[in-house]
């Protein structure tokens, strides 16, 4: 089944179950998902990678040849993640900042870092971050970059919560570093969180979620 037809059969059985639910307690109001966050890892490598290239021609002095480095020069870490990742920092995840750590760590083919008990606990706080970052703010044309995103918000969801570690295959890691996503679809709300999405690209999210940027 399409996504489209899914999308149709989805909030056509919502509308049909808000109707229902008056005349019935028992009856479902909320449904949820456990999804995943397929450009999440693309996003950050890339991210990573360009504003480490930019640091460098700063470090060296190339702001006033290429004045495009200091215009798009942006801080990715917390100061507290730039000096976690720095302690990390070893033959296997060399680099001359926390951003060249991570990149490094994360670009590795082997995915060591994803069963590594002492790397693990410093890259959670960091790659949660980030990936509520990239959830609810990172945007093409106005609505979310992440496909799957899109796809659940173009159809009345909000984003709930995100879950460390819920994919821990292969391709869960190449694609999310292991994180997933839960998608929450409310009756009394469906309809409105669909059009102020479709309207003004407003994404609805729980203050767990928030609380993570």
Same mark, same amino acid.
């Given at each position: 089944?399409?996504?489209?037809?899914?999308?149709?059969?989805?909030?056509?059985?919502?509308?049909?179950?808000?109707?229902?639910?008056?005349?019935?307690?028992?009856?479902?109001?909320?449904?949820?998902?456990?999804?995943?966050?397929?450009?999440?890892?693309?996003?950050?490598?890339?991210?990573?990678?360009?504003?480490?290239?930019?640091?460098?021609?700063?470090?060296?002095?190339?702001?006033?040849?290429?004045?495009?480095?200091?215009?798009?020069?942006?801080?990715?870490?917390?100061?507290?993640?730039?000096?976690?990742?720095?302690?990390?920092?070893?033959?296997?995840?060399?680099?001359?900042?926390?951003?060249?750590?991570?990149?490094?760590?994360?670009?590795?083919?082997?995915?060591?870092?994803?069963?590594?008990? *002492?790397?693990?606990?410093?890259?959670?706080?960091?790659?949660?971050?980030?990936?509520?970052?990239?959830?609810?703010?990172?945007?093409? *044309?106005?609505?979310?970059?992440?496909?799957?995103?899109?796809?659940?918000?173009?159809?009345?969801?909000?984003?709930?919560?995100?879950?460390?570690?819920?994919?821990?295959?292969?391709?869960?890691?190449?694609?999310?570093?292991?994180?997933?996503?839960? &998608?929450? &679809?409310?009756?009394?709300?469906?309809?409105?969180?669909?059009?102020?999405?479709?309207?003004?690209?407003?994404?609805?999210?729980?203050?767990?979620?928030?609380?993570?940027?």
């Amino acid at each position: 089944m399409s996504k489209k037809k899914l999308a149709i059969l989805l909030r056509a059985r919502m509308r049909s179950s808000n109707h229902s639910a008056k005349s019935s307690l028992s009856q479902f109001t909320t449904f949820a998902t456990l999804s995943p966050i397929p450009g999440y890892m693309q996003w950050l490598l890339s991210k990573l990678s360009s504003q480490s290239r930019f640091s460098e021609e700063e470090r060296g002095g190339g702001t006033q040849s290429n004045p495009t480095s200091s215009t798009f020069s942006e801080k990715v870490l917390l100061p507290e993640e730039e000096q976690a990742l720095m302690s990390l920092s070893d033959d296997s995840s060399s680099g001359s900042n926390g951003m060249e750590v991570l990149l490094n760590l994360l670009s590795a083919k082997n995915c060591d870092w994803a069963t590594s008990p *002492r790397i693990l606990p410093v890259l959670e706080p960091i790659l949660m971050r980030l990936c509520a970052r990239y959830l609810l703010q990172e945007k093409k *044309r106005g609505k979310a970059l992440d496909s799957v995103a899109n796809f659940h918000l173009q159809n009345g969801a909000m984003v709930e919560r995100i879950n460390w570690m819920a994919d821990r295959s292969e391709k869960g890691i190449h694609q999310s570093g292991g994180i997933m996503v839960n &998608y929450v &679809y409310r009756l009394e709300n469906i309809e409105d969180f669909a059009q102020s999405y479709f309207g003004s690209g407003q994404i609805h999210a729980s203050p767990g979620i928030h609380s993570r940027l």
